[in-house]
């Protein structure tokens, strides 16, 4: 399935904000942000791109945050640093019918 051009900006831009690597610390609050941005098929197409660029535990930790962000709410300060990371990395925190390129 080819991503829409809004998941590749997402992608560069998560990517920018963390280009070690994103930490699995930040995965929970990353796609809690991310919830509030995009689709929920988006939000499963992020994680499969992540998932398929880590190593198969962390792909297997992302892939659980997914499911976790429905039940758990992530602590605000760990959504607030995840922001500010990914603010660092150019990421506009519009929602998909703002984004124009």
């Not at 499911?67 to 603010?87: E, G, I, Y």
């Amino acid at each position: 399935m080819a991503l829409s051009s809004y998941v590749h900006s997402i992608l560069n831009w998560v990517r920018a904000g963390y280009p070690e690597g994103l930490p699995p610390k930040d995965y929970l609050p990353l796609f809690a942000l991310l919830g509030t941005q995009v689709t929920q098929q988006d939000l499963q197409d992020i994680a499969d791109q992540l998932a398929d660029s880590s190593d198969p535990s962390s792909a297997s930790e992302l892939k659980k945050a997914i499911t976790d962000v429905v039940n758990v709410k992530p602590n605000d300060a760990d959504v607030a640093r995840v922001r500010a990371r990914l603010a660092e990395g150019g990421w506009p925190l519009a929602r998909p019918e703002q984004f124009t390129t």
